[in-house]
């Protein structure tokens, strides 16, 4: 993961009933992501460096977190070290590598499954392709990527978000 600076990919979401969303996920290092969720999906997740922020245009609502404080972090979290978190998956196929990433002292942050393909043209020779994560209200989503494009130009308002709520008048 580190050997990636920027990556753009579609991706599909699949949560634990078989819903599937689709959109477009931009990542730039360290520490920033945005799912830009399809035309007509009222909800975007970002986070900035410091925060993972979820958005929810249809209700006006707006929840922020410590990267460190969700399964993302494993992906996001420059100060977290994968190898210490990590275990390695047997996976039955020598193309693929799969990473559980848990703190063990924080089980609330959840649990994130990363696999990757060895790919010769990827980052370090593996590309990241899907990851399923547990969080700590046993919800599961599986995130699929196809069209990863790396080291492209992604500028710092990216990761900047239209904030839904009201106005507090005075």
């Known amino acids: 993961m580190r050997a990636i600076g920027t990556m753009r990919a579609d991706f599909v979401q699949s949560d634990r009933n078989g819903r599937q969303v689709r959109g ?22 970002v986070a900035d460096g410091s925060a993972l922020t979820f958005v929810d245009y249809e209700v006006r609502q707006v929840q922020r977190w410590p990267i460190k404080n969700s399964p993302l972090g494993a992906l996001l979290d420059p100060n977290r070290d994968v190898m210490k978190y990590g ?24 649990v994130i499954t990363l696999v990757f393909i060895r ?10 392709s899907s990851w399923a994560s547990l969080d700590s209200q046993n919800t599961r989503t599986v995130v699929s990527l196809s069209n990863q494009q790396y080291g ?17 008048r005075r």
């Open 24 to 45: 477009v996920l931009t990542l730039k290092r360290p520490g920033k992501i945005r799912f830009q969720y399809e035309k007509g999906v009222p909800m975007l997740i």
């Open 152 to 168: 492209v130009s992604v500028p710092d308002s990216t990761f900047r978000y239209n904030d839904p709520r009201r106005p507090v």
């Open 87 to 110: 275990k390695l998956m047997p996976t039955g196929n020598r193309q693929i590598v799969s990473i559980e990433v848990r703190d063990k002292a924080h089980p609330e942050y959840g």
């Open 119 to 128: 790919k010769p043209g990827a980052p370090g020779g593996l590309e990241l």
